[in-house]
């Protein structure tokens, strides 16, 4: 039926063109507006869907492989001290000790190294349960006034954290004010390992989000101090702790770089750590670790990614076998129009 | 839909509440009303040009007894306006003179009705004689109607003052009209009284605005939308409440939120609120926006088709409501006309019979037909009067051009079958002047003068001319009409039975019938008829009424002089459009004002209904109301009965019935119109073909008309889809209608293809655009509960804005270019139609796949992101991009994967967008007041970031396509095994035997549809005849074709009606 629609209407087609009639309201022609432009349609043959199961089960499993052992190459000391650094007297009472400005919060750790560290080794902090990702946690800063002092006054976003005493406050916001206050100190045998603070946070950030001229002000003079305090005469842009405490973390257990140890630590080192266990995150129930770790191309440890392509390689290959199978054991025509409802039925299926 | 954005955006300028900034929202929402306001801005401003040009237009009026140029808009009711050749009317006038000394005028109407004759327009007989200086100090009070927006009507009389002539009342019809938009032709100058201005003119009343159609897939849409709603609220009251509870008890603990103690009053609502707005996004913004668009480009392609443009007539096809092409492909019933729908509505004279002998039987054209040239050789007289009745009785103008030739305007297609084959039959009718008529009849020119015109009304279905013999001065009443009309009319003892006789064979053979007769009347008869002729054509009130009684006294006792017949041909692929169509279980009713023989004949012809055995008529008529309800009732339980065989049943029921039966049995015809595939109702009145609309609609069926006449206009209107055959008849019909086509064929390629295409492409693209809304607020949702269910925002407002109207909204759109199957297999295999007419690609369970796919896909990318991006990577900025990144990846992928086809077009769009995400962020990347400043740069550069990202593809895509390939193999739906069969022709039916079956048995088909029509098989099927190994033919057309397949997909209920009832 199409086919001869198809062809009376060519031949007029051509006719018209032959002699074009004036006034024509025949519709111009383009593949475009004939909805004929060549396309390629391709279908889920069998030999198409098991390449492409296969192929990337192949591919996965390698890729898996090598992010496996670059996770597992990275050495990783991490340890929980917020328990164990209270005395045992304050024990029941963790919160009265940490909100006592009086309490000796000096605590000393020992680490031993498990595995070589090849320097850079990296030294976060890790807070557990600690939700820099709250609404109104998230929100409480300036961004205009970190960036540039003609926008101090700007603390709108800051509340609660906006001003102190009559004025604002620089840093203002909820972030700054809970900066995070710990402090280590490392030694190797008695010898002090330097912690090399320069450049912990992002270069684009000191550039660019935090102002040179900027100087800290008026900051954690409120009646409620939350966290550390900010020598006034170093800029912000300069006070890389702060720069990455504001950098937020979007999940509630995180990890921020604390400082880098730039020397080669050994097998069986024993590293001492003294810590001034000053943050409260006894409040709350939140964990405080102190974390060693090298890098390798894929970042920190992280099996995740190794054993999620594993899994996933593993499942194509095994998709690709169980269709080969039904492939090969229950094969079916593709486009046998006897499989057509209508045609089925006709052939004398009662319906 | 669109309160609900804008009360979204106003929460938004709440900042406490708002996750995110306001522009997110207002964004989009100011865009989107930005071009809806500027299309219709532009629309108006076209508007108010062509007004002004309309409104400043200089018309002459006579104002204080001088003529004056003034504009348009200043003319008032009363106004004397004058009018040179070819200018367009400005309002509705009175004429009172022309330039023509016989008082009259020619106007072209085509831009009111679409009738491209000339019209005559005569001035009332109280202006005759008036001279043009006169004109301009007539005074006289016009008596009208209200204004309506009945072209054919205007019921006025006219009084003038003294001194001018007399004071009688003065009829007025429309005859002495010059409606607004009619041109004024072959005419000097005219001159009228302005009666209605402005929107009061006919043609500004019959503008009324059209009810806004909903399309089944927009209710489906807002069905869906509905739905999400109330999800959402769900989601809402239950996040609120737990994130209250969080805060209560946790987050008064972090000392670092600093929550205050006491809060103000509303401090419960909140965290409620900012959830809504959270989630505000699961109602896709875009998707308003991507239907008007992709909806006005279907109607677009229909406009452009080379295919349903109609070469004879120079008619491109055009979708005049853009917004209801998916109602196409979900078409169940199609009500069509007979007469220039299914047939050309060229009406060729064959045959005739003249006082009991029947001429043109044999050669099939009377005008061959030896004997009847000699009878008209011989003068025989009853062959005269009857071609004198052709020649006289009717309404057509013969214009005599300027060579000599003579051409004929006439408002019917009959009449000008008639007048044509009396000039060849040697009785021409070469003038119209005024009241005379000009024949010449074999050279020698007889005049005749008509005394008055009984019109033809559909009531009367007759019309008579009264004429006076100028050569004997006999007066002749002339009468012409339907059979029944005229067979009463007989004079008592008249042997008509040869006349029922010829009328009944013809009728069998579809041909048109006309019976003439006539009456010679005695003078006194005439005068006394006469003036009650003139009093009732000048009633206000009833005059069409009281002009039918009247015109009843006088036509009867007439000599019935013969039967024509006429052939009207059935348009070109009719027979293979209504099958095809029938094949794709799409039902047909015939509804025609034409009598109940011809149209069963036209009926069988065009493979309507099948001939014995295969289908059985049943008819509902009777005499008298109990009969008509006994007949129904007994049709009904035949088919109920039948309902299982495979058999074509189809009822007949002509007007009278059908009045009855809608009047008081409406629930019995319901359920019978429900059992019955195929319906003729015949003599049926415009008002009952909408009334038949009315009440398969309200049994929830998608209805089309198609039509060409002004009859069809109200059926047109009715139903859900109108379409108008831009015919001969005139363009109201096409006018009225959503779609308009040259030929009735063009019907198969509207519904299978543009209908089809539109909704798979509307289905696909708005649960799309639900599911990508979902997946990104499903991940707001989840990154919630990891942020102390406060209501933060993974997401920053630039992307959320971007993600929306951008990246997700462009690939999808290019989706109006998908095609599942190729035109040719549609076209061959029409059963596919049904999974749009039930429904199958768009209602609530496959919206729940794409909503369970929606959230699989959150999780996905989720879960993967904050896995891979642990601990000292978890930065907010950087979290939040692969979480977007690993959206636009899966999106990339979930639209290369439901797409069929990709043209060059696709490709662009789906993996143009693809690289455009990552410039666009790169480019914002750079910018260091952005919160995303080096952060794109920062990714790009971590191997994790990519391994990351093809992980989620690889996670979010693998288990879609293993079940997609898995049931497009084993459980394949029609629609996969013709992509199959389509793209591997070649290797199924090498060597082209499917090919050169396919056209032989189209030959076969063809040639038999043309020369033995009662014989051919209602039914073929190309496929299964070259593929099933016992080729059964039987009609599928009545039994139900199985497409449950058990495990397949469940059915619409629309459906399983259909089914149960077949």
Known sequence: MNSKGASTSGGDGTRDSSAPRRNSKKPKYSKFTQQELPACKPILTPAWIITSFALVGLVFVPIGLASLSASEQVVEIVDRYDIDCIPEQFQKNQLAYIQNSETNKTCTRNLIVPKKMNSPVYVYYQLDNFYQNHRRYVKSRSDKQLRSTAYEQVTDSCKPEDKANGSAIVPCGLIAWSLFNDTYKFSLDSKVLEVNKKNIAWKSDQDHKFGSDVYPKNFQSGELIGGAKLNASIPLSEQEDLIVWMRTAALPTFRKLYGKIEVDLELNDKITVVIQNNYNTYGFGGKKKLVLSTTTWIGGKNDFLGVAYLTVGGMCLFLAICFVLLYVFKPRTLGDPSYLSWNRNAAGHPS | ?1062
């Open chain 2, 1 to 1062: 839909m669109n309160q609900y954005f804008l009360l979204i955006a106003c929460l938004q300028l709440w900042s406490l509440i708002t996750p995110v900034n306001p522009a997110s929202t207002w964004g989009p929402l100011i865009f989107i009303f930005a071009v809806s306001a500027t299309k219709e801005a532009w629309d108006d401003y076209n508007r108010y040009l062509s007004d002004k040009q309309a409104n400043e237009k200089e018309v002459w009026v006579v104002k204080e007894g001088i003529r004056k140029h003034i504009q348009a808009q200043d003319i008032r009711v009363g106004s004397i306006v004058w009018l040179r050749e070819n200018d367009e009317v400005p309002c509705d006038l009175v004429l009172i003179g022309t330039s023509e000394p016989q008082g009259i005028c020619y106007v072209e109407t085509a831009a009111l009705d679409g009738e491209t004759d000339l019209k005559t327009r005569v001035i009332p007989s109280a202006c005759i004689g008036l001279a043009p200086e006169q004109l301009h100090k007539i005074k006289g009070v016009i008596e009208c109607p209200n204004p309506d927006k009945d072209i054919r009507r205007f019921d006025a009389n006219m009084r003038l003052f003294p001194p001018f002539i007399d004071n009688d009342l003065c009829p007025l019809t429309i005859n002495n009209t010059l409606l607004q938009s009619c041109y004024l032709r072959n005419t000097e100058w005219a001159c009228g009284v302005a009666v209605y201005t402005g929107n009061e003119t006919k043609l500004g009343m019959s503008r009324g605005v059209p009810e806004p159609k909903l399309t089944a897939v927009d209710a489906m849409i807002d069905k869906l939308t509905g739905a999400i709603f109330l999800f959402q609220i769900v989601v809402v009251i239950v996040l609120g409440f737990s994130g209250n509870i969080w805060k209560d008890t946790e987050a008064r603990k972090q000392w670092y939120v600093k929550y205050p103690d006491e809060g103000p009053w509303y401090e419960l609502l909140i965290i409620p609120l900012r959830f809504e707005l959270l989630c505000s996004i699961m109602i896709p913004i875009s998707i308003k926006v991507s239907l008007d668009l992709v909806k006005s480009l279907y109607a677009k392609f229909i406009d452009w088709d080379e295919e349903m443009y109609d070469n004879d007539t120079n008619t491109p096809s055009h979708a005049a409501n853009t917004a209801i092409s998916e109602d196409l492909g979900q078409v169940e019933y199609i009500l069509t006309d007979k007469t220039g729908t299914l047939t050309e509505n060229r009406m060729i004279f064959r045959r005739c019979c003249i006082s009991g002998i029947v001429y043109g039987n044999e050669s099939g054209d009377a005008l061959k037909d030896v004997e009847l040239l000699n009878a008209v050789a011989k003068n025989v007289p009853d062959v005269l009067r009857f071609l004198t009745v052709m020649t006289i009785c009717n309404t057509v103008i013969p214009i005599r051009s300027n060579s000599g030739a003579i051409s004929y305007k006439a408002q019917s297609q009959d009449e000008d079958a008639l007048v044509n084959a009396a000039a060849r039959l040697h009785m021409v009718l070469i003038s119209k002047n005024g009241n005379t008529i000009g024949v010449n009849f074999n050279g020698s020119v007889i005049q005749y003068e008509i005394l008055d015109v009984l019109e033809f009304t559909s009531d009367r279905k007759r019309m008579s001319v009264v004429v006076r013999d100028c050569q004997n001065e006999k007066i002749l009443l002339l009468s012409k009409g339907a059979d029944e009309a005229i067979f009463p009319c007989a004079y008592p003892g008249q042997q008509i039975r040869t006349f029922v006789d010829a009328v009944e064979q013809y009728a069998q053979l579809g041909l048109r019938t006309l019976c003439l007769g006539w009456r010679e009347l005695k003078d006194d008869e005439y005068e006394e008829w006469s003036h009650m002729f003139k009093e009732a054509s000048t009633a206000l009130f009833d005059r069409e009424w009281k002009l039918a009684e009247v015109c009843q006294r006088l036509e009867h006792d007439l000599e019935i002089l013969g039967v024509t017949a006429i052939e009207d041909r059935l348009q070109d692929g009719v027979p293979e459009t209504i099958e095809t169509l029938r094949k794709a279980g799409i039902n047909f009713w015939m509804l025609t004002g034409d009598k109940q023989n011809t149209a069963i004949q036209i009926a069988l012809l065009c493979n309507f209904i099948s001939s014995e055995p295969k289908g059985q008529l049943l008819f509902i008529n009777g005499k008298s109301e109990d009969e008509v309800v006994r007949s129904l009732e007994r049709v009904l339980l035949t088919m109920r009965i039948t309902s299982s065989e495979p058999k074509d049943l189809a009822f007949v029921v002509d007007g009278w019935a059908l009045e009855v039966i809608l009047k008081q049995y409406r629930e019995a015809f319901t359920e019978l119109a429900i059992l019955s595939r195929t319906a003729i109702c015949c003599r049926v009145t415009p008002s009952q073909k909408a009334q038949l609309v009315e009440l398969l609609k309200s049994c929830d069926y998608r209805t089309l008309a198609i039509g060409d006449g002004g009859n069809d206009v109200r059926m047109i209107q009715q139903a859900d889809i109108g379409v108008g055959i831009s015919g001969r008849e005139g363009l109201q019909a096409a006018r009225a209608a959503d779609y308009s086509i040259g030929k009735f064929r063009f019907l198969k390629r509207l519904i299978l293809v543009h209908g089809r295409y539109s909704y798979n492409r509307t289905a696909f693209l708005s649960q799309y655009s639900f599911y990508k809304s979902l997946v990104i607020c499903f991940i707001q949702i989840l990154f919630s509960l990891f942020s102390g269910v406060s209501g933060s925002s993974l997401f920053n407002s630039v992307s959320l804005m971007a993600y929306n109207v951008f990246y997700t909204s462009i690939p999808v759109l290019t989706s109006v270019l998908d095609k599942d199957l190729t035109e040719k297999t549609v076209m061959q295999h029409p059963q596919i139609l049904f999974y749009c007419q039930a429904g199958r690609l768009l209602n609530p369970s496959t919206f729940a796949g794409w909503f369970g796919r929606s959230l699989y896909h959150a999780l996905v990318v989720f879960l993967i992101s904050i896995h891979a991006y642990a601990g000292e990577k978890c930065e907010m900025e950087e979290l939040s991009m692969v979480a977007l990144s690993g959206c636009i990846w899966l999106q990339a992928f979930v639209v290369t994967l439901e797409m069929n086809s990709f043209t060059i077009l696709q490709h662009l769009a789906i993996w143009g967008n693809f690289v455009a995400f990552y410039v666009i962020n790169c480019i914002v990347s750079t910018i260091p007041s952005a919160g995303m400043y080096t952060i794109m740069f920062r990714l790009c550069k971590q191997p994790s970031y990519w391994i990351t990202m093809v992980l989620i593809a690889a996670v979010g895509m693998g288990p879609v396509l293993a079940i997609k390939y898995f049931r497009y193999t084993y459980r394949s739906s029609a629609i996969n095994i013709l992509q199959q069969a389509e793209r591997s022709r070649g290797i199924i039916f090498s060597m082209g035997t499917l090919e050169s079956q396919l056209k032989s048995v189209e030959k076969d088909v063809a040639s038999l549809s043309i020369t033995q029509p009662k014989n051919r098989n209602p039914v073929y099927e190309p496929l299964l005849l070259s593929d099933s190994p016992t080729p059964t033919r039987r009609s599928i057309g009545s039994s139900t074709f199985d497409f449950f397949q058990p495990a397949q997909s469940r059915l619409s209920t629309s459906y399983s009606r259909n089914c149960k009832n077949n």
